[in-house]
C-alpha cells in the first residue's frame, strides 16, 4: 500500500562506533541504501565513484546548491562536500530505507527539510568520555593532537542528544547490534503523509 521508503539517521562521536553500526544495518536488513557524499575534490588512489564519493565538478555541486539539491553542504579546505537529494530521493521512491551517517550540523539541516517526517534518529556514544579517548587511541590511527580536537567535538555534539528519537551507549558491541536493527525495522514504519492521506482516503472507502 505505501510505496516511499525512509531515512534512519545516525549521529555521535568519532570512535562512538557508528560505522559498525551501520555496517550491521547493511548486512542484515534487506532494500537499504547508504547515503554517499558528493564531493568537489579530486579522487584518490583506491576510492570508487558511487562508493567512497560522488565526484562531481566546482560548477556542478554549484549549480545543484542554487536549485537546492542537497541536503545539506559545506566547503572544507576550498572544496565541496554534501548530501546530495538525487540518490536519496531516487532511494526512497524505490521504497528503500536510506542510512545517513551525518553530523549534528548535518541532522539538524534534514529536520528543517521535506523530509523530515520520514526520518528516525539515533545518536550513538560511548558509556563516558574517557572511553571514548581510549577507543580513538586504540585505533592507532590519530595523533594526540587529532584526538584532543575529536575529545572536544564529541563534547559539542553530546549537546545535541536531546534533539534524537533514540540514544544508544555502546557499551556492548553485541546488544548495540540488536538495538539498531530494532530501529531500523522500526524506522521502516514511518510514513510519507501524502501516502497517509491516501491510504485514509482508500480504508474509508474499502
Same mark, same amino acid.
Given at each position: 500500500?505505501?510505496?516511499?521508503?525512509?531515512?534512519? /539517521?545516525?549521529?555521535?562521536?568519532?570512535?562512538? $562506533?557508528?560505522?559498525?553500526?551501520?555496517?550491521t544495518? =547493511?548486512? @542484515?536488513e534487506?532494500?537499504?541504501?547508504?547515503?554517499?557524499?558528493?564531493?568537489?575534490?579530486?579522487? #584518490?588512489?583506491?576510492?570508487?565513484?558511487g562508493?567512497?564519493?560522488?565526484?562531481?565538478?566546482?560548477?556542478?555541486?554549484?549549480?545543484?546548491? &542554487?536549485?537546492?539539491?542537497?541536503?545539506?553542504?559545506a566547503?572544507?579546505? $576550498?572544496?565541496?562536500?554534501?548530501?546530495?537529494? #538525487?540518490?536519496?530521493? @531516487?532511494?526512497?521512491?524505490?521504497?528503500?530505507?536510506?542510512?545517513?551517517?551525518?553530523?549534528?550540523?548535518?541532522? &539538524?539541516?534534514?529536520?528543517?527539510?521535506? =523530509?523530515?517526517?520520514?526520518?528516525?534518529?539515533?545518536?550513538?556514544?560511548?558509556?563516558?568520555?574517557?572511553?571514548?579517548?581510549?577507543?580513538?587511541?586504540?585505533?592507532?590511527?590519530?595523533?594526540?593532537?587529532? /584526538?584532543? @580536537? #575529536?575529545?572536544?567535538?564529541?563534547? &559539542?555534539?553530546?549537546?545535541?542528544?536531546?534533539?534524537?528519537?533514540?540514544?544508544?551507549?555502546?557499551?556492548?558491541?553485541?546488544?548495540?547490534?540488536?538495538?539498531?536493527?530494532?530501529?531500523?525495522?522500526?524506522? #521502516?514504519? @514511518?510514513?510519507?503523509?501524502?501516502?497517509?492521506? &491516501?491510504?485514509?482516503?482508500?480504508?474509508?472507502?474499502?
Amino acid at each position: 500500500m505505501f510505496k516511499k521508503g525512509s531515512l534512519l /539517521i545516525l549521529s555521535g562521536p568519532s570512535g562512538a $562506533g557508528k560505522s559498525t553500526l551501520i555496517q550491521t544495518v =547493511l548486512e @542484515k536488513e534487506e532494500n537499504v541504501y547508504f547515503s554517499i557524499s558528493t564531493t568537489t575534490r579530486p579522487k #584518490r588512489p583506491g576510492e570508487v565513484e558511487g562508493k567512497d564519493y560522488y565526484f562531481v565538478s566546482k560548477e556542478e555541486f554549484e549549480k545543484d546548491i &542554487e536549485e537546492g539539491m542537497f541536503l545539506e553542504w559545506a566547503n572544507v579546505h $576550498g572544496n565541496y562536500y554534501g548530501t546530495s537529494l #538525487r540518490p536519496v530521493l @531516487k532511494a526512497l521512491d524505490e521504497g528503500k530505507l536510506v542510512l545517513f551517517d551525518i553530523d549534528v550540523q548535518g541532522f &539538524e539541516s534534514i529536520k528543517r527539510s521535506d =523530509l523530515a517526517p520520514l526520518a528516525t534518529s539515533v545518536f550513538v556514544t560511548t558509556p563516558s568520555m574517557s572511553e571514548l579517548e581510549h577507543r580513538l587511541q586504540m585505533r592507532g590511527t590519530d595523533t594526540p593532537e587529532t /584526538i584532543a @580536537k #575529536r575529545l572536544q567535538n564529541a563534547i &559539542e555534539e553530546m549537546a545535541y542528544m536531546k534533539e534524537y528519537d533514540f540514544i544508544l551507549i555502546n557499551s556492548e558491541l553485541s546488544r548495540s547490534k540488536e538495538q539498531i536493527l530494532a530501529v531500523a525495522k522500526a524506522a #521502516r514504519l @514511518k510514513r510519507d503523509p501524502k501516502e497517509v492521506e &491516501e491510504f485514509v482516503g482508500y480504508w474509508k472507502t474499502h
